[in-house]
């Protein structure tokens, strides 16, 4: 089924770090793998009206943590014009065309350090779910 859900996501301490509020409801098939595996899980069997709060573990939200992902790269990789700054997000393809996104964590004359990690991995989501549509 297509379902529509409002959601609020937030860490342990109670931190949001998104929600729908002021926006369109999440649209997606549930169980179809178009969402983080716990949000997937968390709709299928709900009902128009009803509401939810889970939290997701790394495992179903976004993985662990690898710092195989935090790299060195040098600073001559980036257009020269680009000014980079710690915490800027930016994307890139591979040669196999795959996007990866990444965050700048330091950044000198001669090198710029990188983190591929989701800014959301290793840590655990809670969400509060209440689906607004059933199609």
């Known amino acids: ?6 959601y609020t996501g937030s860490f342990d301490d109670g931190t949001v770090f998104d929600t729908s509020q002021g926006r369109e ?5 549930a169980g179809e793998g178009h969402v983080i595996k716990g949000f997937d ?4 069997g709900m009902k128009k009206g ?11 939200g976004y993985g662990d943590r690898d ?7 040098p600073r001559s990789v980036f257009p020269q014009e680009m000014k980079l700054e710690k915490g800027m997000g930016f994307s890139f393809k591979t040669p196999q065309g795959q996007v990866i996104h990444a965050t700048i964590t330091d950044a000198s004359q001669e090198a710029v350090a990188v983190d591929m ?6 840590k655990n989501l809670v969400f509060e779910l209440k689906v607004v549509d059933v199609n």
């Open 41 to 44: 899980v968390a709709v299928v």
């Open 25 to 29: 409801p999440i649209q997606f098939v």
């Open 117 to 122: 990690n989701h800014p959301l991995a290793g």
């Open 1 to 6: 089924n297509k379902v529509s859900v409002e």
């Open 67 to 73: 710092e195989k992902l935090k790299q060195q790269v």
């Open 50 to 60: 009803e509401v939810k709060k889970i939290t997701i573990t790394p495992r179903e």
